[in-house]
């Protein structure tokens, strides 16, 4: 496609269930990024991969949360054991290379009931 | 700690006008600025950056002050359309240090620009 594309555009889950969000980034861009924006706030950073690994994961918020993006395109976001608290944008960008112009995706809003 | 402040969550202007928009941020190891601009449902979408090197970019109706000494950007936009009316998010990294990647964003500001 022309541009990142997230899916599910919408997830409702409950209190304690496995959740997962998938970003499919511009082809050729070799860098991904995952942020979440919750109500009132920026985008938050959250995880970076370069490639296959991730090179900077300093933004997830604790060992609930997981990122994969094995073959160097798709990345999926892995939630565990959901709480209220994760109830945010999920957003997705990715960039040719790190550093350079990052184009987000239209997000996956997740609300945990 | 908020390294990235954008301290209006809302501004007014008629379609003509002038639209500033105001960002501080407190971090002395950022040197790259974005400005990003939000419809609902949309993504952020990229707008206009500027370097630490420089203290002014230009493009088009678009243009970005940038103030080290007072750890201040502006952005100008002249003159306003109603299609402008979105929510605009100030965003910073720090090539030097090696952050390049990772973008600290303001709360953003919802600029509504009214015929």
């Known amino acids: 496609g022309a541009g990142v594309s997230q899916t599910p555009s919408n997830k409702v889950t409950e209190k304690g269930k496995y959740v997962e969000l998938r970003c499919d980034p511009i082809?050729?861009?070799?860098?991904l990024y995952w942020y979440r924006q919750s109500l009132g706030q920026g985008p938050e950073f959250l995880i970076y991969?370069?490639?296959?690994?991730?090179?900077?994961d300093s933004g997830l918020p604790n060992d609930r949360f997981f990122a994969v993006r094995p073959e160097g395109s798709v990345s999926t976001l892995k939630i565990q054991r959901t709480e209220r608290g994760d109830s945010a944008v999920y957003l997705c960008?990715?960039?040719?290379?790190?550093?350079?112009?990052?184009?987000f995706g239209q997000g996956t809003r997740l609300t945990v009931v | 700690d908020q390294q990235v402040k954008q301290n209006s969550p809302s501004l007014s202007v008629q379609e003509g006008r002038i639209s500033i928009l105001n960002c501080d941020y407190t971090?002395?190891?950022?040197?790259?600025f974005l400005w990003y601009k939000k419809y609902p449902a949309e993504g952020p979408t990229f707008l206009i950056s500027?370097?630490?090197?420089?203290d002014k970019n230009e493009d088009g109706r678009f243009t970005v002050f940038l103030n080290k000494s007072a750890k201040h950007l502006s952005l100008h936009i002249v003159p306003s359309q109603p299609g402008d009316s979105a929510v605009y998010f100030c965003?910073?990294?720090?090539?030097?240090?090696?952050?390049?990647?990772?973008?600290?964003f303001g709360k953003g500001t919802l600029l509504t620009v009214n015929p």
């Open positions: 960008a990715s960039s040719f290379k790190g550093g350079t112009e990052a184009f």
């Open positions: 082809s050729g861009h070799t860098a």
């Open positions: 991969f370069q490639g296959t690994g991730a090179a900077d």
């Open positions: 971090n002395s190891m950022f040197d790259y």
């Open positions: 500027i370097s630490s090197i420089k």
């Open positions: 965003a910073a990294s720090g090539i030097s240090g090696g952050s390049n990647y990772k973008l600290t």
